[in-house]
């Protein structure tokens, strides 16, 4: 299974390092390969200081993609993160 | 030794920890090892050198760990745990690992090099980024990195071992650092860096050691075994004194102790007057680690909990947990029968690092504190959530700063009703004995705390603000700051008009501002009949002395006299005078 979906990032600090922390850990949760993609710029979902070095302020577009037989249920929970602003502002 | 005297000079930082203390200095330096970069000799060394760099790798992260248990042990209330649980993940994470081992083959270097490579190549990346926080976060890796290094070069020579009974000198010290001393063995600390909220100031207050931070460059200016003063009180450090100088502090720090020793005896004693009107005395904390030392000098309860240290001083907000941990250290502890905790009492500013957006022309009048809070009410939830389970601990006040008018407290109260509303539903107990109040200091409350009485359980008059407000001064401006003056008629005609309105609804008075630890003004307030009084913990037992050595009936007499004159001078002089006549030693320095 192959899902993609883009988010808007909304809260105020941006992708800095707890949210990011807040990805793997999400994704770490799920057998589904994860590749996060920025302006044209992919990384591994698994690696903090990729997702660091991503660079994704308030405002970035992130697109999350996963391939994998639990994609569905991985791409339910970074959307309830992603979209819970990660528990922050 | 050295035949020539070592030269005498001094420097000056910022005092964080009170105290006088003379010693030897001795040079903190988690870089005492220098890292060992080098071409490996031979191209058959590399895996060996991968396998040192995996080694120290999980070497780091039990250390990690290790400290996490640590503060989790320790209760753990101000060290943020998930940047341990994020170094760690960085420690693990594939790339960082595969990068440095890329770097040991291709370049045949050793692992602490190739570490260093690794850092380096990050920095580019991060410095390239335009947002100011996110830049910021290079730091995270580099420490990661230092801490790797520091494994890998500790293989080779161990870690010093630290003599006893020395004055540390540092640039900063971390969490990590202080747990690598014995702690009770030191004498005070020195640092480069820091500030009143930096680890080494909370660590020194709650030994009760002096430390001045802000130093500089005194690691730079000092040598380990050079002699030393350190004068927590005022900030001065004075290095390789000469005799003289020694005897002086020599003495000082005995007058300094003995001070305090001969005011600790009423620091055990209630707060009554010679006639019988107990004064409820509370401590003014900012800082759990400010409690043992409290309730030592004598609070009977926290009067003044402000939690901004909570946010502050951080990456990230902290939540619902976070805030508990805190203010359930503070609730119900023996010995301390009440516990005030003030909400969120700063600029909006303090909340995000992008200060630009939230510049403020005129801050002290602008979008503050309970203000700031109603307009961000999730945010204020979560801290109003917290301090409500921390209820089921003990007995607990809970305090709106910053109040002008009755719409606002209405509010905050509608917003609190609310959260205790969601709180039941989801099956939180909750202390039964909760008390709802307000600081007094904007003079608009002050005028209508008749009506706001109606409102709320009690009052705490805030005077630093209320006199700010009502003599229109920015007391950080120096060129008015003289006029900031706690005896300024109007000023003592406010104070008279709450505690008189308050007690006219039936509800107590307390004052928590600076006014209420200055021994100069304790008849004044016991005159106006102020419920309690709750001050910086080292000023509560000459305060006490003072409230025992009196009578309301003489305070009474006192205050009329005071109210009937019309001039600021008339009143200092008069004040000092009475004051210094009934207990000279106490005021012999007052004026005159």
């Known amino acids: 299974m192959d899902i993609t979906k883009t988010f808007e990032i909304k809260n105020k600090l941006g992708i800095h390092a707890r949210a990011a922390a807040k990805i793997v850990e999400t994704a770490n949760r799920f057998h589904a390969d994860v590749v996060l993609e920025k302006d044209g710029y992919e990384v591994n979902g698994r690696s903090i200081l990729d997702i660091l070095t991503l660079y994704c302020p308030k405002g970035s577009r ?28 | 030794m050295d035949d020539n005297k ?36 031979d191209p058959g060394l590399v895996k060996e050198e991968v396998d040192r760099f995996l080694a120290a790798l999980q070497e780091s992260e039990t250390q990690l760990l290790e ?47 190739a570490v260093r490579v690794t850092l380096q190549k990050y920095q580019e990346m991060f410095d390239r980024m335009e947002d100011d926080y996110l830049r910021g976060r290079i730091s995270d890796i580099q420490h990661v990195g ?20 020395v004055v540390i000198i ?32 909370i660590v020194a207050r709650s030994m009760e050691i002096p430390a001045v931070v802000a130093l500089k460059n005194i690691t730079g200016a000092v040598s380990t075994n050079d002699d030393i003063i350190i004068d927590g009180s005022s900030g001065v450090v004075i290095v390789n004194p000469d005799p003289e100088i020694s005897r002086r502090y020599e003495w000082k720090k005995k007058l300094y102790e003995k001070a305090q020793d001969d005011l600790l005896d009423y620091a055990g004693l209630p707060a009554v007057t010679a006639d019988n009107r107990r004064v409820d005395i509370g401590g003014n904390i900012e800082f759990i680690e400010e409690i043992p030392s409290a309730i030592y000098h004598g609070a009977e309860g926290i009067g003044l909990y402000r939690t901004e240290f909570i946010y502050l001083n951080r990456q990230e907000l902290p939540d619902e947990e976070e805030h508990l941990a805190n203010y359930r250290c503070v609730v119900g502890l023996d010995g301390l029968s009440w516990a005030t905790i003030r909400t969120f009492d700063l600029g909006g500013d303090k909340f995000f690092p992008d200060k630009k957006s939230f510049h403020e022309m005129n801050p002290q009048l602008g979008m503050r504190a309970i203000r700031f809070c109603l307009k961000e009410k999730e945010l204020f939830k979560v801290q109003l959530r917290a301090i409500l389970r921390a209820s089921i601990y003990g007995k607990l006040r809970i305090m709106f700063p910053m109040i002008s008018g009755v719409e606002e407290i209405r509010e905050a109260k509608g917003i609190l009703a609310g ?124 305060v006490k002395k003072i409230i025992r050595g009196v009578t309301l009936k003489e305070s009474r007499f006192l205050l009329d006299n005071v109210l009937a004159l019309s001039s600021l001078e008339e009143i200092k002089a008069f004040v000092g005078e009475e004051m210094r006549k009934r207990f000279p030693e106490d005021f012999s320095d007052i004026g005159q």
């Open chain 2, 146 to 165: 230092q801490k790797i290094i520091n494994n890998l070069a500790f293989k080779h020579h161990a870690p010093p071992e630290l003599p006893e009974g």
């Open chain 2, 170 to 201: 540092a640039s900063d010290l971390s969490p990590a650092d202080t747990a690598q001393l014995k702690i009770d063995k030191v004498l005070g600390f020195a640092t480069d860096v820091g500030g009143k909220t930096s680890h080494t100031a």
């Open chain 2, 67 to 113: 400290l996490k248990n640590k503060l989790v042990d320790s209760g753990g209330g101000m060290e943020p745990l998930y940047i341990i649980d994020v170094h760690i993940m960085i420690m693990r994470d594939r790339k960082f690992i595969d990068l440095t081992i890329q770097n040991i083959r291709e370049m045949s270097v050793s692992a602490e090099w």
């Open chain 2, 419 to 542: 959260v205790k509303k969601d709180l039941l539903a989801e099956g939180v107990q909750l202390g039964a004995e909760i008390e709802i109040g307000i600081m007094i200091e904007i003079p608009s409350a002050v005028v209508i705390a008749d009506q706001l009485a109606r409102e709320v359980d009690f009052f705490s008059i805030g005077t630093n603000d209320l006199i700010q407000y009502t003599l229109a001064i920015d007391r950080i401006n120096e060129q008015v700051s003289y006029l900031y003056e706690p005896l300024h008629p109007a000023v003592l005609r406010l104070i008279k008009c709450v505690v008189d309105a308050g007690h006219k609804a039936g509800i107590r008075v307390a004052m928590c501002g600076e006014m209420a630890g200055e021994p100069i003004y304790t008849m004044i307030l016991v005159g106006m009949g102020l419920d309690e009084l709750s001050m910086n913990p080292l000023a509560i037992p000459r």
């Open chain 1, 62 to 89: 992130l697109t999350v993609s996963l391939t994998g037989v639990d994609a569905a249920e991985a791409m339910e929970a970074f959307s309830l993160l992603v979209d819970g602003k990660f528990g922050e502002l």
């Open chain 2, 6 to 41: 070592a030269k005498t000079f001094v420097m000056k930082g910022i005092g964080v920890s009170p105290g006088v203390i003379i010693g030897k200095a001795h040079l903190f330096n988690r870089m005492d090892v220098q890292a060992p970069f080098y071409k490996l000799s």
